[in-house]
């Protein structure tokens, strides 16, 4: 089925250990992007990249880094994850044609301990 | 800062009763104004929006009502179903960029 991948579903790191999200998109969307979602903060921009080859901050980048491969893929590193990094990552396609509005991911259950 | 701000945080409704989310924004340079809704385990899916040129658009048992001079706007589901149960979140964006609300559990009483 089209839409977007995310793996894996759940991992749970200690502190320190580094890790990468990976994300595909079979859409031919131009611009992704990576959300955390936390309780009672909703959901909150990490990263987001418009195009092959861009790629830019959101509101809470500190501790994160993404690489745009080609359009299809879009990953988040954590290079050495904290606790406060537990959180549920949500990779997302914008939608430019019927509803425009994100195409989300089954969402990657992080635990940092 | 929160650029969209949603209430409330969590409702009850008993089924065939009318649920009412509010959300509220301050930047009118927003365009866009999606609600989305998501079940346990799975991402947000898209559920209806609308742009600040119209006061009301309706899919369904789904409403968003917009009152840009308030720059406010809601999301009714009427007769409410058990299956509506979900986190609905409200967004607004500018320039591909969206803003969520902080989300709404809504719980549907058979």
């Known amino acids: 089925n089209a839409g977007v991948t995310q793996t894996p579903k759940f991992q749970v790191l200690k502190t320190g250990q580094s890790m990468t999200l990976q994300c595909a998109q079979d859409?031919?969307?131009?611009?992704m992007y990576w959300y955390r979602q936390d309780p009672g903060m909703g959901l909150r921009l990490i990263y987001y990249?418009?195009?092959?080859?861009?790629?830019d901050k959101g509101e809470v980048p500190n501790g994160y880094n993404v690489s745009r491969l080609n359009k299809r893929e879009f990953s988040l590193r954590l290079e050495s994850a904290a606790p406060s990094q537990t959180s549920v990552y949500f990779c997302?396609?914008?939608?430019?044609?019927?509803?425009?509005?994100?195409?989300f991911g089954s969402g990657t259950r992080l635990t940092v301990v | 800062q929160q650029q969209v701000k949603q209430s409330p945080q969590s409702l009850i409704v008993q089924k065939g009763g009318i649920s009412i989310i509010n959300c509220a924004y301050e930047?009118?340079?927003?365009?866009?104004f999606p609600w989305y809704q998501q079940f346990p385990g799975k991402g947000p899916a898209l559920l209806i929006a609308?742009?600040?040129?119209?006061s009301e658009k309706k899919e369904g048992r789904f409403t968003i009502s917009f009152n840009k001079s308030a720059k406010q706007f809601s999301l009714h589901i009427m007769d409410s179903q058990p299956g509506d149960s979900a986190t609905y979140f409200c967004?607004?964006?500018?320039?591909?960029?969206?803003?969520f609300g902080t989300g709404t559990s809504l719980t549907v009483i058979p």
């Open positions: 997302a396609s914008l939608t430019g044609t019927g509803g425009f509005g994100y195409t």
């Open positions: 859409m031919n969307h131009n611009s």
């Open positions: 990249s418009a195009s092959e080859g861009t790629t």
């Open positions: 930047n009118t340079a927003f365009d866009y």
């Open positions: 609308i742009r600040p040129d119209v």
């Open positions: 967004a607004a964006s500018i320039e591909d960029q969206f803003y």
